[in-house]
């Protein structure tokens, strides 16, 4: 009969960040089951979400249960890290409310249960264990005593660093729609973006997508229809700086966070013409499409009818003319690209702006040869927010794939040029409405 270790029992706790994307959890500590010490590094040698991770040993809803639980742990895994010749350290961490330096000092003391053998080592320790407390949500109403308590070994930390080195503030070439440092690492992550991957961004603006791309390794190159961004040409979109630089480019960004090796390139293209050779090209595909509200939604083209001009006149200055690019053929665009060019269990991860009041899950977006892996919510204000959502190719195109949105109705949403836009302005205008009313009421 197999012996059964109860290492393979063995929960681990994530201590999860709440400023990443506007959603709100009943408490920023997760238990999760069913995974290696192993799997718990790979997850936080990528995560942007996540503080730490730690090898739960006991938990309690006071300090009383917390010792019951802890004297139950298994001795034969404590004792590996708690004999003589170790050395260690204890941390107490507290949600939602700071602790007095002698309120933490009697929190350590108070665990002289636990059998520690080994010598403390405040700066370099062997091992490092960690109390922590959650106080709850609401800063406003912060409890006497803590509503969880939990005590465990520490694994290691993620990858919030990411965030500040990477910020778009200290960024060399940024435009007014860069994208969040923290959400182009949490996009890479959904993308599952490793080593040698070549990630393309049909709407590349400014790059922050291929930035994060190319810390995990990956080969980036993108596309965009804006001439002066894709050149770095034009308006600057800092203060007290009118005109870019003349190194404010994409390649400069890579060249700033040392990764310029893995960029591939750029170029100007518009995302609604074929441009690439029929060929899965592609390992993942990370892009966050206009929405007509920062940006405009412009494709090449004309509704007139327009002589061409004679073969080899002006073809190098010409400027094509441009026209409306609606939502709806934009996703349609993007989804019928994805499948043509991504590998087969390549992923796409977009933006999908909604109105809140009108959104339904049926709205998303589908397409015969991607499966829909995951939709998150980012709100935006009151009335609108927008969607993560990551598909992955499940099978290969065929001949009819493309017009399948013609009978979906999940694109009637967004028909019509500045669908959102339209109802994103209109929500504001009636918020500017109802306060100007409130503020005329109060002046009576």
Same mark, same amino acid.
């Given at each position: 009969?197999?012996?059964?270790?109860?290492?393979?029992?063995?929960?681990?706790?994530?201590?999860?960040?709440?400023?990443?994307?506007?959603?709100?959890?009943?408490?920023?500590?997760?238990?999760?089951?069913?995974?290696?010490?192993?799997?718990?590094?790979?997850?936080?040698?990528?995560?942007?979400?996540?503080?730490?991770?730690?090898?739960?040993?006991?938990?309690?809803?006071?300090?009383?249960?917390?010792?019951?639980?802890?004297?139950?742990?298994?001795?034969?895994?404590?004792?590996?890290?708690?004999?003589?010749?170790?050395?260690?350290?204890?941390?107490?961490?507290?949600?939602?409310?700071?602790?007095?330096?002698?309120?933490?000092?009697?929190?350590? %003391?108070? #665990?002289?249960?636990? @059998? !520690?053998? /080994? *010598?403390? +080592? &405040?700066?370099?320790?062997?091992?490092? $264990?960690?109390?922590?407390?959650?106080?709850?949500?609401?800063?406003?109403?912060?409890?006497?005593?803590?509503?969880?308590?939990?005590?465990?070994?520490?694994?290691?930390?993620?990858?919030?660093?990411?965030?500040?080195?990477?910020?778009?503030?200290?960024?060399?070439?940024?435009?007014?729609?860069?994208?969040?440092?923290?959400?182009?690492?949490?996009?890479?992550?959904?993308?599952?973006?490793?080593? %040698?991957? #070549?990630?393309?961004? @049909? !709407?590349? /603006? *400014?790059? +922050? &997508?291929?930035?994060?791309?190319?810390? $995990?390794?990956?080969?980036?190159?993108?596309?965009?229809?804006?001439?002066?961004?894709?050149?770095?040409?034009?308006?600057?979109?800092?203060?007290?700086?009118?005109?870019?630089?003349?190194?404010?480019?994409?390649?400069?960004?890579?060249?700033?966070?040392?990764?310029?090796?893995?960029?591939?390139?750029?170029?100007?293209?518009?995302?609604?013409?074929?441009?690439?050779?029929?060929?899965?090209?592609? %390992?993942?595909?990370?892009?966050? @499409?206009?929405? /007509?509200?920062?940006?405009?939604?412009?494709?090449?083209?004309?509704?007139?009818?327009?002589?061409?001009?004679?073969?080899?006149?002006?073809?190098?200055?010409?400027?094509?003319?441009?026209?409306?690019?609606?939502?709806?053929?934009?996703?349609?665009?993007?989804?019928?690209?994805?499948?043509?060019?991504?590998?087969?269990?390549?992923?796409?991860?977009?933006?999908?702006?909604?109105?809140?009041?009108?959104?339904?899950?049926?709205?998303?977006?589908?397409?015969?040869?991607?499966?829909?892996?995951?939709?998150?919510?980012?709100?935006?204000?009151?009335?609108?927010?927008?969607?993560?959502?990551?598909?992955?190719?499940?099978?290969?195109?065929?001949?009819?794939?493309?017009?399948?949105?013609?009978?979906?109705?999940?694109?009637?949403?967004?028909?019509?040029?500045?669908?959102?836009?339209?109802?994103?302005?209109?929500?504001?205008?009636?918020?500017?409405?109802?306060?100007?009313?409130?503020?005329?009421?109060?002046?009576?």
């Amino acid at each position: 009969m197999a012996a059964f270790s109860s290492r393979s029992c063995l929960q681990y706790l994530l201590h999860l960040a709440q400023d990443n994307l506007d959603f709100r959890l009943p408490s920023p500590f997760w238990c999760l089951d069913g995974l290696s010490e192993e799997d718990v590094r790979s997850i936080m040698a990528r995560s942007v979400c996540a503080k730490s991770a730690f090898e739960l040993w006991g938990h309690g809803q006071t300090h009383s249960e917390l010792r019951t639980s802890l004297l139950n742990f298994p001795s034969d895994i404590m004792s590996p890290f708690m004999h003589k010749d170790s050395t260690y350290r204890i941390n107490v961490y507290t949600f939602n409310k700071t602790l007095l330096f002698t309120d933490r000092i009697k929190r350590i %003391d108070a #665990l002289e249960y636990l @059998p !520690f053998e /080994g *010598t403390v +080592s &405040l700066k370099n320790p062997q091992h490092i $264990f960690c109390l922590l407390e959650d106080y709850g949500t609401d800063p406003n109403n912060i409890p006497e005593h803590p509503i969880y308590i939990y005590f465990g070994r520490w694994i290691a930390d993620g990858q919030r660093d990411l965030i500040r080195s990477h910020s778009v503030k200290n960024r060399h070439f940024i435009g007014n729609t860069s994208m969040d440092a923290g959400l182009s690492f949490i996009m890479a992550n959904h993308a599952r973006v490793k080593q %040698d991957d #070549l990630v393309f961004d @049909p !709407f590349v /603006g *400014t790059g +922050s &997508l291929l930035v994060a791309c190319s810390h $995990f390794g990956a080969y980036v190159c993108g596309t965009d229809i804006d001439y002066n961004t894709i050149h770095g040409k034009g308006r600057s979109s800092r203060k007290n700086q009118k005109w870019r630089g003349p190194d404010e480019n994409i390649r400069a960004n890579l060249r700033q966070y040392g990764t310029q090796k893995m960029y591939v390139d750029v170029m100007v293209s518009d995302a609604s013409k074929p441009v690439w050779r029929d060929a899965a090209l592609f %390992d993942a595909i990370i892009t966050d @499409p206009p929405y /007509g509200i920062r940006e405009a939604t412009r494709r090449t083209g004309s509704h007139k009818d327009i002589a061409k001009p004679a073969e080899g006149v002006f073809e190098e200055s010409h400027v094509p003319v441009s026209q409306a690019y609606h939502l709806s053929d934009i996703f349609t665009d993007l989804l019928n690209f994805s499948a043509h060019h991504l590998v087969m269990g390549g992923r796409l991860v977009y933006w999908l702006p909604v109105y809140r009041p009108e959104y339904c899950e049926e709205m998303v977006p589908l397409h015969p040869c991607l499966q829909l892996i995951s939709n998150c919510e980012q709100t935006l204000s009151s009335h609108t927010s927008r969607r993560l959502i990551t598909m992955e190719k499940i099978k290969e195109p065929e001949e009819f794939d493309c017009l399948a949105h013609l009978s979906d109705p999940r694109f009637s949403a967004y028909q019509g040029h500045n669908a959102f836009r339209e109802k994103y302005f209109c929500g504001l205008n009636k918020k500017s409405t109802k306060e100007n009313n409130k503020s005329d009421v109060s002046g009576d």
